[in-house]
């Protein structure tokens, strides 16, 4: 299957999800541009980064966006395959930046709707557990829910991944 312009991949929590998605952008003639979320705040989180940045080799050229992601997609090369992960760390991080999710989720529907080459993006599911006991945690899943919800809406494909397998939610007609 060729890739759809625009592709969201949810999944939980080390479901596979990451990798599949790579491995849907590497299908695509490379280079590719991997617009990474995270931050490395702390020795855990690093370790987690250089794992990833390895599995995925030499032929992504990798663009730290935690924040800016809409300026960070808009300024790929235009002719690359892109991959965002994770746009639940780049919520969280405009959560604790206090930033307007309203008007930052507007842009990043916007660099997307401007692209030319497909563009993968990777999200959790966080609405499948338990009610988060805090406030800021039920406002993380809802905020979660809702981006999914308007990404699900514009791209072509969905898929749900589970135990490293995938399920299409919606399929390119």
């Not at 931050?39 to 370790?47: I, S, V």
Request: aromatic share 4%.
């Amino acid at each position: 299957m060729t890739l759809s312009p625009i592709t969201l991949v949810l999944g939980g929590a080390r479901s596979g999800k990451s990798t599949f998605a790579e491995g849907l952008v590497s299908a695509e003639p490379g280079p590719w541009t991997y617009l990474a979320t995270a931050e490395p705040g702390d020795d855990e989180m690093r370790a987690r980064i250089a794992a990833h940045r390895a599995r995925r080799g030499g032929t992504w050229e990798t663009v730290e966006a935690p924040l800016d992601l809409a300026d960070a997609l808009s300024g790929a090369a235009e002719e690359r395959p892109v991959l965002i992960d994770c746009l639940t760390l780049w919520l969280a991080n405009l959560l604790a930046a206090e930033r307007d999710l309203v008007a930052e989720t507007a842009g990043l529907l916007q660099a997307l709707e401007a692209r030319r080459a497909p563009t993968v993006l990777v999200s959790n599911e966080v609405g499948l557990g338990i009610v988060p006991e805090t406030p800021l945690g039920r406002r993380f899943r809802d905020d979660a829910g809702r981006l999914n919800q308007q990404l699900a809406a514009v791209a072509q494909r969905v898929v749900f991944v589970a135990a490293g397998l995938p399920l299409d939610l919606k399929r390119p007609e």
